[in-house]
């Protein structure tokens, strides 16, 4: 099973606003951005340990009027949705303990 599914501007709403997961981490991403890659693993190891999360990468590249319309200003960025709403915003790679720890802080809220 994938532990990211990728999103255009046509399938974002379906892939993480409407997902029946409670919480989609969208990772806003670009091919030449190194400290994006090195977040990648880290993101789909929470993914695939943790039920409770879904993975959405949008490639920037690709998609700038998407990544525009939430206000991405730097790569990774990663907004936390929950139930489609933006509820936190990590914009630096780190390790998953760190980024779990995040996540969890951005739910608690």
């Known amino acids: 099973m994938p532990t990211a599914t990728d ?7 379906t892939e993480a606003l409407a997902a029946a997961e409670a919480v989609v981490l969208v990772d806003f991403w670009a091919p030449w951005c190194a400290p994006c890659r090195a977040l990648t693993p880290a993101l789909e190891a ?22 525009a319309h939430y206000g991405v200003m730097g790569l990774p960025t990663v907004l936390i ?29």
């Open 7 to 13: 999103a255009t501007t046509a399938t974002f709403a």
């Open 46 to 67: 929470l993914a695939a340990e943790r039920d409770d999360l879904k993975l959405v990468k949008v490639n920037t590249d690709e998609e700038q009027p998407l990544a």
């Open 81 to 109: 949705l929950r139930e489609g709403r933006p509820v936190g915003t990590i914009t630096q790679a780190a390790p998953k303990r760190r980024l779990a720890a995040q996540i969890d802080a951005a739910l608690a809220a």
